[in-house]
């Protein structure tokens, strides 16, 4: 596709409930980015994938978080069992080598 | 291991004047420094980026950045505010052996006053 895209745009979920985010990165881009934004945490980092493959899962805040790459295209990121903290923006970014790393608008998760 | 600070979370300039958005890095490595805009609802746009050669970058929109290695400094810059300009500004750094994960600043919001 022409961009990153992410969906849903907005998500609201009850305290408790589990949400899977989706990531459609830029055809051809071989490497994944999940990052999250949150007011006073700033951006954080959460995982990077290269192909399907995740080197760099440091950033998963805790083990109610995981994601996943099929096909090295579409991501999901799923967080189980969700707690009010995790209200944020979860943004997704690929990138691929000369091509620079181009950012989606984000997924706003509200936890009630 | 890498990590960013920006010096002030609120700048506020008149429309005209000079924009100064100042960042310092701690890195391990030789860095990738980067300066992203973000305007209200929206996503993260590439300002200018820093890999190797020239230190003096210039980006998008007028603005510039020089690296300075002996002051761990990536100052953002624009000789002359626009209202336009107003948003949100992240630093952020990369270590060529990272895999291109990104480290960002706290983040400093510019406000442009006519």
């Known amino acids: 596709g022409a961009g990153v895209s992410q969906s849903p745009s907005n998500k609201v979920t009850e305290k408790g409930k589990d949400v899977e985010l989706r990531c459609d990165p830029i055809?051809?881009?071989?490497?994944l980015y999940w990052y999250r934004q949150s007011l006073g945490q700033g951006l954080e980092f959460l995982i990077y994938?290269?192909?399907?493959?995740?080197?760099?899962k440091s950033g998963l805040p805790s083990d109610r978080f995981s994601a996943e790459r099929t096909g090295g295209s579409v991501s999901t990121l799923t967080i189980q069992r969700t707690q009010q903290e995790d209200s944020a923006v979860y943004l997704c970014?690929?990138?691929?080598?000369?091509?620079?790393?181009?950012f989606g608008s984000g997924t706003r998760l509200t936890v009630v | 291991a890498q990590s960013v600070t920006q010096l002030g979370s609120h700048v506020s300039v008149s429309e005209g004047a000079l924009v100064l958005l100042r960042c310092n890095y701690s890195s391990s490595v030789p860095p990738y420094l980067f300066w992203y805009v973000q305007y209200p609802n929206q996503g993260l746009q590439l300002l200018l980026k820093y890999t190797t050669g020239a230190t003096l970058v210039k980006g998008i929109n007028g603005f510039e950045a020089e690296f300075k290695k002996s002051e761990t400094s990536f100052h953002l810059t624009k000789p002359s505010a626009h209202m336009s300009d107003a948003a949100e500004y992240f630093c952020?750094?990369?270590?060529?052996?990272?895999?291109?994960?990104?480290?960002f600043g706290q983040g400093t919001e510019l406000s442009v006053k006519p």
């Open positions: 970014a690929s990138s691929s080598p000369g091509y620079g790393y181009t």
């Open positions: 055809s051809g881009h071989t490497a």
């Open positions: 952020a750094v990369s270590a060529r052996n990272q895999g291109g994960k990104l480290i």
């Open positions: 994938f290269q192909g399907n493959s995740a080197p760099d």
